[in-house]
């Protein structure tokens, strides 16, 4: 383990409370050290996500390295707003005052970032931990080391190490980090302290599949969203489908026919498709894939190649409820797909499962999608559209109930490592003797008055009737 290792919160902490992190100056030049990299390091970037996924080029840059980039741009952008005290309006209980909330910086942070996104799930917290005025410890994931190796030597040498550090390592030095006393842990669960996280999980998000749409916009969709996410290794993929029994070979035959178009007749042989990013996750989902329950209703792909940690994009039809791959989250490259006699029974369907990350619908029916939105919990949602909520920096993004808690994004990012301080002010003028013992009927009566906001009944309680 790495020296410093099991004192890093202790020292950012005298760090912290010297405020050389509370200054905006100082925010806006981490940001802009950050900016840097993301602007002139692309293609380091880019390798590094090649050799830990084998991430296309093109996924590499609009999920990863644009993604951060606007972060980046946003907060720098404004920053300036976001700090400004929000001004609220007070009542008659405390006239005269004025009051407003104040944002501060929770203090020393941690984030643990994870291997799918490596790139970007490591800067885009810490944009916003930044941007809120924090120290920062980056823990990058070790399953993804070329990428954790870079964003090592990049951050050490564009940032104020003295305040944003980055601990490499595995287990033990994870382990170290979170027996420490942090002020909010990003990612993972805290350990030995009361910490405040935000927990950003999963669970199996569905998507339900309408009969009267656009189905080959649909299908490249889902496609997009599914295999062109990563290979299916992205939290917010789709985990299962839902439609009717009579549309479901409409879909696979479009599903099909698409999958084809992107990748080939043999989509093992792509450079367009990620890798599995490590045998322990190929020999996950292969169990998954040889399920007795299954194996016999594969109707696209299956094929494998455990040397490449290839598995082609995989279509299961009707799969049973209690398969492997309708039971465990599937983060990777296989779709089962699940069949119900009317679309208005998917909502039901789903509902009986634990609360999704993202959920999807495709349709044109508007009672359906009100009803999909208004019925089904989850963090978030798309209609007509596959994980591509993600792209708007005005809208959060994080879990609700088993997929996470808390959330990110944009502003959401700066709001997620701030406390919000309510302040309220007052002169020394218009002190009112009534709140003071020792009390009387007529004390009672007024601040009765005072509270109701009536001013005819402060009025009488003033003159004594």
């Not at 299956?302 to 983060?331: W, Y």
Request: aromatic share 8%; charged share 25%.
């Amino acid at each position: 383990m790495a020296m410093g290792v099991e004192t890093v919160a202790e020292d950012l902490r005298s760090v912290y409370s010297s405020g050389k992190t509370k200054g905006l100056e100082w925010r806006v030049s981490q940001l802009k050290a950050l900016l840097n990299i993301t602007t002139h390091h692309e293609k380091e970037i880019t390798e590094a996500l090649r050799s830990d996924l084998n991430k296309p080029e093109l996924e590499a840059f609009l999920h990863e390295i644009a993604g951060a980039t606007s972060a980046c741009k946003l907060a720098l952008k404004e920053l300036r707003r976001w700090t400004r005290p929000e001004k609220v309006k007070t009542s008659m209980t405390t006239y005269p005052s004025s009051a407003e909330i104040v944002s501060e910086p929770l203090g020393v942070v941690l984030v643990i970032s994870t291997w799918n996104y490596p790139f970007l799930l490591s800067i885009e917290p810490v944009i916003g931990a930044i941007a809120a005025g924090n120290a920062v410890v980056l823990k990058p994931s070790e399953v993804a080391p070329a990428t954790s190796s870079l964003l090592s030597k990049l951050l050490r040498e564009y940032l104020d190490v003295s305040a944003v550090k980055v601990v490499e390592g595995g287990v033990p030095e994870t382990t170290a980090l979170l027996e420490q006393k942090w002020d909010k842990i990003f990612y993972t669960a805290a350990a030995k302290h009361l910490t405040p996280v935000v927990l950003e999980l999963g669970g199996k998000c569905p998507v339900v599949v309408d009969s009267n749409i656009d189905l080959k916009v649909a299908a490249r969709r889902i496609i997009s969203g599914k295999w062109a996410c990563n290979s299916g290794q992205t939290c917010v993929s789709p985990d299962y489908i839902v439609t009717t029994k009579e549309y479901a070979l409409k879909l696979v035959d479009s599903l099909s026919c698409e999958l084809e178009n992107f990748y080939g007749k043999d989509p093992l042989l792509s450079n367009d498709l990620s890798s599995i990013i490590n045998s322990r996750h190929f020999d996950r989902l292969t169990k998954l894939l040889d399920d007795e329950k299954v194996s016999g209703k594969l109707v696209i792909g299956g094929q494998r190649d455990r040397a490449k940690l290839k598995i082609a994009p995989t279509v299961v039809l009707d799969a049973p409820q209690d398969s492997l791959v309708m039971n465990e989250e599937i983060f990777g490259p296989l779709l089962p797909i699940v069949t119900v006699t009317k679309i208005e029974d998917s909502i039901g369907l789903i509902n009986t499962k634990e609360k999704p990350l993202a959920a999807y619908m495709f349709t044109n029916d508007k009672k359906l999608k009100e009803e999909f939105i208004r019925s089904v919990s989850a963090g978030g949602m798309c209609i007509n559209e596959i994980a591509l909520h993600l792209a708007e920096h005005t809208l959060p993004f994080g879990g609700v109930g088993e997929s996470g808690m808390g959330a990110y994004h944009g502003k959401y990012s700066f709001d997620a490592f701030s406390h919000k301080k309510p302040v309220l002010q007052r002169g020394f003028n218009g002190d009112v003797a009534a709140r003071y013992p020792p009390y009387t009927p007529w004390k009672l009566k007024f601040l009765k008055a005072m509270l109701s906001g009536n001013i005819l009944s402060i009025l009488r309680a003033l003159i004594g009737w």
